[in-house]
């Protein structure tokens, strides 16, 4: 049975992952770099260990011993490249390095569907990539200096970009308990979704098989934000959505990235955010059969937010964006 690091193990995805981890018999080491979130990882059979990206010296010790690692540390915030470059390129490159020289076969990197900018036609493996935002400019530069470093050292690296990947822990169910979204545009545009449960399942396929390329990945009917919410509404009516028109959300966004701009609190509400989330990125269909011979658990949001929200009940949570 393989060794396996998981970086971001306290977020909303790598929780996930260490959990199905668990349950798959491995006793994975879960990197904890804010050690107030450690206590969300308590009930885990696993091994926690402290590290910090940004300090190149604590990471050779968590990679040492390691067959696999599956990377999903990182800023998560749509802000400007220089403030998310330290962390996503820079962190993710002091990673590799500490990888290749501890000898881990597979790098497995949480990469976005962000990076391909707006689409008129369902993405595939083939579809080009374009930066489109800072964020974008960093996961793109981080996939390629990683997948560079790892062919030279004989690393198995592989991104598997994800789409919008929604489950009970995440910052939009995070919204949708307290009864109110306010979505920054029509909804009318389509998007990609996958199951947070399906999301970890083909990280860790991933790390088991060796696989190496990088791959885009959802679930298998890409739908508008507006039916996400019809259906969320269908299960939970006190949902109330509120749309704000999209330029008025750009200009009050444009304030606050200039307002946040020289400080170190993260902006959730950019106007790169508000771009995003108007962003027409569906994604073909089968691509986790076609990559990972996976089937989903929750092919469509039909099957996957029902059981989210029965995944709410009795139990107590706080994004990793909310909880500085």
Partial sequence: MKNILVTGATGFIGHEVANQLVRKGYRPRLMVRRPIRGILLNSLDAELMQGDLSQPESLKRLVAGMDSVIHLGAMATFESYSKVKPSIVDGSIHLMHAAIEEGVENFIYGGSLLVYDNQTRPINQETASRACSGYC??????????????????????????????????????????????????????????????????????????????????????????????????????????????????????????????????????????????????????????????????????EGIPAVLDGTLCFTWCPSNLDH
């Fill in 137 to 302: 400019q960093a996961k793109l530069e981080a996939e390629s200096r990683m997948e560079d470093l790892a062919g030279k050292g004989s690393v198995n690296f592989t991104s598997l970009r994800l789409p919008h990947v929604y489950g009970a822990q995440s910052l939009l169910f995070h919204q949708i308990r307290k009864g109110k979204v306010f979505f920054p545009g029509t909804g009318d545009n389509l998007f990609a979704h996958l199951h947070v449960a399906d999301a970890a399942r083909a990280l860790i396929t991933a790390a088991e098989t060796g696989l190496k390329g990088t791959y885009v990945i959802a679930d298998n009917l890409s739908c508008t934000w507006n039916d996400f919410f019809e259906i969320t509404q269908g299960f939970y009516p006190r949902l109330k959505v509120i749309h704000i028109p999209e330029r008025l959300a750009l200009s009050v966004t444009g304030a606050l990235d200039i307002i946040l701009g020289f400080s170190k609190t993260p902006n959730r509400f950019s106007q790169d955010a508000v771009k995003s989330w108007n962003m027409s990125l569906p994604v073909v269909s089968g691509t986790l059969s076609d990559v990972l011979n996976l089937e989903p658990q929750y092919p469509t949001i039909a």
